[in-house]
Each structure stands twice: as structure tokens, then as C-alpha cells.
């Protein structure tokens, strides 16, 4: 890329200096010198906020800069905000201020744009401004992007992605015979989990990147995006065994499909975020670690893949830093988000119940696999013996809807059967005895 002549400097007020707020500091110290030369453009660091000042820190600030005083913070003459905070408060303040100022807003928090994205975003256009939200969904791997400016056209029908790193890295050290605790602590080490790492292990992490992405594949709100969440907690190690019985691997799977139900009701969308058995060999079961896969469907032979870093301070400050070009570089010129204002409004796409059949793979204490058998039975759903592992007994189902297995799974529940169940989708299942007979299941009821 050629050199420019002039140099423009933009003031940056960013907000939060933990993991990615630090690798963003970092970030700009290091790629500063060749972002001027390549695009004229010098982001200078106008103020940090921070919740202690005296924190010890990886990265030097000019004095003055860092301060842990919100309201000095908004009042910063900044050409954008950037927010590495995370949660609800204080970055939706922060968003409204911005904004409200007709300064771009950059940020990490998919907590946020899932719960206030669209409303940020109407406040953006009408003051001529953007939100970029490119660092929120799956880390370093660009696929905001592709889903909100090169494929806002194209009908798609289906994303499906591996979105949360620290529950992903968890549960490739769950098949290498490391303990849960373990994990976990291992995942908070490298600046992968959330505050919570429950939010990463039960879904919700997932659950809002998920919402994003139909919100803006599908125009659906993400507010009310009907979602059916199940994490791998509290079974993850019971479930990590029960899919090497059955063949397979176990990842946590988001999912959304848009589909016409009748002609009357238009477009649905069916959403969940699950864990699920896949071959060994399939591109979800491979990736490992921290890393995110996105598959999507646009209706084409093959799907748009995208995989790489989804979890960590250096691919999430990446994807800030590449915003943060974006949304105040010419660059934005030629990558407009206009697209995002034609697409379809909340009410075209509406929510409904999950109808899709799978095939379940269900672990139930190993003195009641033949009961909880007898149960799925007499609930029409025949299920075969696929396996054992230290104290459970492992079932597969034929092809039923959630609906249909949720009732049976809560009687075996209250009956002391602890049972543990994942989506399966192994192609070739490993069955220890001859299955049932498949008994034709009414779908949905
Ligand atoms: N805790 C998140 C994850 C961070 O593990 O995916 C990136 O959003």
C-alpha cells in the first residue's frame, strides 16, 4: 500500500484496560507507526477509564490519561469511543453518550449489542455515525462482517458456529483426560472465560454472539429471539465420556435457520445453542482450543466457513483495532454499513417453537438404563443401548423433537436418574445391540 501525505489524528477515549483493553493499548503502540504511514491516520490515546488507577499495568500511559472517574470519562473530547468493559453497565452509558455525540462507538461487549445492539444502532444513524461491533462475536474471526456487509443480500439460511472459545478449550481438555476444574482454571489463565465462566460453560456467552448473528442475517430482534439454551454444565464430564462411547466428540453447537413454515406465517426462525455429538472427523469436532467455526448457509453448494481465534485479548483486540479503522479511516467509504439499515425489520422473521427431529444421546445412572428405556417406550420414542462409561448407561433415540424428550428426561429427573443429554449427529453410531424398531413419532407434540 502506498504512503499518505497527510497525517490526521483521531482521539481515542476507551473504556476498560483488562485483557482486551490492554492488547488494544498494546495494538496501537506497536502498529501505530505503519496505520499512519498506510492510512494517515494517528489514533492518540486520550483517556482510558479504568476501575483502579494504581493498578499495576502491562502497558504505560502518558500522565493524566488513565482515570477511573466515569464522568470525566464521557466528557473526554474524543473523535470515537471504544468500551473493553464488558456487561451492561456502565457501557450502554457510555454507548448513549457517544453516540448521542455523533462519535462512532467501537466495542468488545456482546452482552450489550445483544440486549441494546438495535436501539444503539438507530441512535447511530441518526446522528450519521456507526456502532461496530466486529470484536463481539467469535473473537478475531471477522465474521460480523461478512454476515452484516458482503452477505446482507444473500438469502441465508442457516448459521451454525462453534462461538464460545473458553467452553470449546474446556471440553478439548475434557477429551484429553484433564478435570473439569482444571479446565476451567486453565481457560481463566490464558484470558479466555468471561467474569463468570459459567456464562461460557452454560451458553449464554454463545447465546448472545447467536443473537447477534440472526439479528442480522434474519432481522430478527435479539431481544426476543427464542432460543432453546443448554450448556455442558452440569454433566460436561459425564457428557465428554458419553460421546467417545457413541463415536463421537462433543462441542458446543449455536444454530440458526430460517425457514418458511406456511406460506400465511412467512419466514421462522429456529435458534439453540446445545451441546451436541459430531463424527470425530467433521470440521466442528476438529477444532479445538480456543478456536470458533462459523458455517454459513446462503444457499449456495457449499457453506461460507470461517474459523480461527475466537477467545483472548490479541484476536479480540484485533477485530477492535480493525473497527476502530473502519469507523474512522476513509477505509469506511468503502465499506459502508448502510446494508444494515435494509434489512428486514424485526417483525419480518418470527420466533417459534423448535420443531426440528434429532437423534438424542442420553446417559442415565447405570442401574436405570433398562427403566429409562421402558420410559422413552411408553412415550412412543424408541431408543437403543449405545454404550457404557463409569456409572452411566448410554441411550440414543430415534429422531424425536425436544419437545418430545423434554417430559420423558424430566420424569427419569425426578426419579433420581440424573440424566445427561446432547444432541447426536455422528453418522455412523455406535450401537451395542440391536436398536428398537423406529417408531413413527408425532413431531412437536
Ligand atoms: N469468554 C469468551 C469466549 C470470550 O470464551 O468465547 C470471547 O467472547
Redesign the pocket.
Same mark, same amino acid.
Given at each position: 500500500m502506498s504512503e499518505v501525505n497527510h497525517t490526521k489524528t483521531v482521539r481515542v477515549a476507551l473504556a476498560g484496560c483488562g485483557v482486551v483493553g490492554s492488547e488494544l493499548v498494546r495494538a496501537l503502540h506497536v502498529q501505530g507507526p505503519r496505520i499512519e504511514m498506510e492510512l494517515g491516520v494517528r489514533f492518540q490515546l486520550e483517556r482510558v477509564l479504568v476501575r483502579r488507577i494504581e493498578r499495576p499495568r502491562t502497558v504505560a500511559f502518558a500522565p493524566g490519561v488513565l482515570t477511573a472517574d466515569l464522568d470525566a470519562f464521557l466528557a473526554t473530547e474524543a473523535d470515537v469511543f471504544v468500551e473493553a468493559i464488558g456487561g451492561l453497565e456502565p457501557a450502554q452509558r457510555i454507548a448513549r453518550a457517544a453516540l448521542s455525540k455523533g462519535r462512532p462507538f467501537v466495542t468488545a461487549n $456482546?452482552v450489550l449489542i445483544a440486549a441494546e445492539g438495535e436501539d444503539l444502532c438507530s441512535l447511530a444513524r441518526a446522528r450519521g455515525v456507526d456502532a461496530h461491533f466486529e470484536a463481539a462475536v467469535a %473473537?478475531g474471526v471477522p465474521v460480523v462482517r461478512v454476515v452484516r456487509e458482503y452477505l446482507c443480500r444473500g438469502p441465508i439460511r442457516r448459521i451454525r458456529g462453534i462461538? #464460545? %472459545?473458553?467452553?470449546n478449550f474446556v471440553l478439548t481438555l475434557l477429551e484429553r483426560g484433564e478435570r473439569l476444574e482444571d479446565a476451567i482454571a486453565e481457560a481463566q489463565r490464558r484470558g479466555? &472465560? +468471561?467474569a463468570d465462566p459459567a456464562r /461460557?460453560l452454560d451458553g449464554r /456467552?454463545a447465546a448472545d $454472539?447467536l443473537a447477534i448473528l440472526a439479528w442480522l442475517a434474519f432481522g430478527v430482534s435479539p431481544r426476543s429471539l427464542a432460543l432453546r439454551r443448554r450448556g455442558i454444565l452440569p454433566d460436561a464430564e459425564r457428557l465428554s465420556r458419553g460421546a467417545s462411547a457413541a463415536g463421537g466428540r462433543l462441542r458446543l453447537i449455536a444454530e440458526c435457520e430460517a425457514f418458511a413454515e406456511c406460506e400465511a406465517d412467512g419466514e421462522v426462525v429456529s435458534a439453540s445453542v446445545e451441546p451436541i455429538v459430531l463424527a470425530s472427523e467433521s470440521p466442528f469436532a476438529r477444532t479445538v482450543g +480456543?478456536e #470458533?467455526r462459523i458455517a454459513i448457509d446462503a444457499g449456495w453448494p457449499w457453506p461460507i466457513e470461517l474459523a480461527g481465534p475466537? &477467545?483472548g485479548g490479541v484476536p479480540?483486540a484485533a477485530a477492535l483495532l480493525a473497527d476502530l479503522i473502519q469507523a474512522t479511516t476513509s477505509r469506511a467509504a468503502f465499506a459502508p454499513h448502510v446494508a444494515f439499515a435494509a434489512l428486514p425489520t424485526a417483525d419480518h422473521a418470527s420466533n417459534h417453537v423448535d420443531l426440528r427431529v434429532h437423534a438424542w444421546l442420553i446417559g442415565v445412572r447405570a442401574g436405570l438404563v433398562r427403566e429409562a428405556r421402558s420410559r422413552f417406550a411408553d412415550a412412543g420414542i424408541a431408543a437403543a443401548l449405545a454404550g457404557a462409561t463409569i456409572g452411566d448407561g448410554w441411550l440414543i433415540t430415534a429422531p424425536v423433537s425436544w419437545s418430545c424428550i423434554a417430559p420423558v428426561l424430566r420424569s427419569l429427573e425426578a426419579d433420581g436418574a440424573r440424566p445427561a443429554v446432547a444432541r447426536l449427529e455422528t453418522e455412523e453410531l455406535r450401537v451395542v445391540e440391536e436398536p428398537l424398531p423406529l417408531i413413527a413419532v408425532a413431531v412437536g407434540g
Open positions: $456482546k %473473537g462461538l #464460545n %472459545g473458553t467452553c479466555f &472465560a +468471561e /461460557d /456467552d $454472539k +480456543e #470458533n475466537g &477467545a479480540t
